[in-house]
């Protein structure tokens, strides 16, 4: 069916779109693949299916209609959201203070898929690529041994408290480089990891100060980035990447702001980070900040868990580079998303001093409206698509990919099926050359 796209009068590649573009929406078939039936408290019995999305990619080289992409962590449940899925009368799984994840599978190794999309609606899995480390074991998505302020404790469906694990990953987005091998931005550390073709994790990319913290991991660990993205909220760390048509950068967004220096700044701020890194060295070359949008740009979310919604609850899922310092940018919240073209401009580098944790005021403590004085120049962003403007798209967006110059592919996540729905995925055709 042919559904109205919003896209701003802006020159992307050699064409202007012009607003209100008409484009074509179609959904896209992917197999259901099953992991299994896993019973809560002995009353409520949840299918569970393999969810691809966290991140999405498509090579030019790769075969017609071929999209990577990767699974997170695995099936969890929020502590906080126990009472909604197992129910209000049923035994309390986690512990009083409501802080955690339950783990339904606690042995899920999170993973790589190809994804092969044809051009009847369909699409089929031509490859998986469970993630390992250096010994060959399988790695696991339980949280890492990094403290009570900046990780979550794991429980079993019986209540156990797992063990962390300082190979454990959750990954966010990924990149495919022309000889296989990947790049996967990874939520927990926050971190970077570079991947062989055949999943085995070469090394990890982690702020500085938490190289101590995760000795005995199963693959090398570097420290790269500045000890202050360790500030990050519990699991709100990389969740997008993406890399230049050149392969010589890779571009890494953190979902949020950052807990700097404390979790209310977080909630409020809507300072995020963008980074552009040395491919080969690791080396940082620039710093940005993004601004994400405000929360009534997404009407279609009015509250999260009960409370109104936030500036924490918009995060960037997705960004897609299109040229060296050009960044297609995914926000969404839950139901909502809306996607941006971000140009990464020379001279609007975020200044050194908020870089150290000790700055005062914090780059997330300062309103936007003080940010030039303050010497801050957050990049330049033009709306692409409103998802809220589009019937028929589903929530939860969590991936993208370009297809073709006037092709995009995007993702939903099912949660692995605990809220009962099944991963989505559609087509976005323009009418004309968008992505060039």
Not at 94 to 116: E, F, H, N, Q, T
Not at 415 to 434: D, H, I, K, M
Request: net charge neutral.
């Amino acid at each position: 069916m042919r559904l109205v796209i919003l896209v701003l009068s802006i020159g992307i590649g050699t064409s202007a779109v012009p607003a209100e573009e008409s484009g074509l929406v179609t959904p896209i078939q992917v197999p259901h693949l099953p992991l299994g039936l896993v019973t809560l408290q002995k009353t409520r019995a949840i299918n569970l299916a393999v969810s691809p999305g966290a991140g999405a990619f498509r090579l030019a080289s790769d075969p017609p209609g071929r999209i990577w992409t990767v699974t997170d962590r695995g099936p969890v449940v929020d502590c906080s959201e126990e009472r909604e899925t197992i129910g209000p009368d049923d035994k309390a799984i986690c512990a009083p203070d409501r802080r955690g994840k339950i783990y339904l599978l606690p042995g899920y190794v999170p993973s790589i898929y190809a994804l092969d999309v044809n051009g009847d609606g369909t699409a089929r899995f031509a490859e998986m690529i469970p993630l390992r480390g250096k010994s060959g074991k399988l790695l696991s998505g339980l949280t890492n041994p990094l403290g009570p302020q900046r990780t979550e404790t794991g429980y079993t469906t019986e209540g156990r408290v797992l063990d962390t694990d300082p190979s454990g990953i959750e990954p966010g987005g990924l990149v495919r480089l022309a000889d296989g091998t990947f790049w996967i931005a990874e939520k927990f550390g926050p971190s970077l990891l570079e991947v062989a073709r055949d999943g085995q994790v070469l090394r990890r990319l982690v702020p500085a100060n938490l190289e101590p913290e995760l000795k005995g991991a199963d693959y090398a660990v570097e420290p790269a980035f500045p000890s202050i993205l360790s500030l990050r909220a519990v699991a709100r760390g990389f969740d997008a990447i993406a890399i230049s048509p050149d392969e010589r950068f890779l571009y890494v967004a953190m979902q949020n702001a950052l807990a700097n220096p404390a979790l209310e700044a977080y909630r409020h701020s809507p300072a995020t980070r963008i980074w552009k890194i040395e491919r080969t060295s690791g080396r940082i070359v620039a710093e940005y900040v993004y601004r994400l949008d405000p929360p009534g740009n997404f009407p279609a979310d009015t509250s999260v868990a009960g409370r109104p919604l936030r500036q924490s609850d918009v995060r960037i899922a997705e960004i897609v580079a299109m040229g060296e310092n050009r960044l297609l940018v995914l926000e969404r919240v839950r139901h909502g998303s809306r996607i941006f073209v971000a140009t990464l401009s020379p001279g609007q580098e975020l200044p050194p001093p908020y870089d150290d944790e000790k700055t005062r005021p914090s780059l997330e403590e300062l309103f936007p409206d003080v940010w030039e004085i303050a010497g801050i120049a957050p990049v330049k962003k033009m709306l692409l698509v409103d998802s809220e403007r589009i019937k028929g798209i589903g929530g939860r967006l969590t991936a993208m990919a370009v297809l073709s110059p006037r092709e995009l592919v995007l993702m939903s996540n099912n949660v692995y099926g605990v809220e009962g729905g099944r991963s989505q995925t559609f087509r976005l055709t323009f009418s004309a050359p968008v992505f060039q």
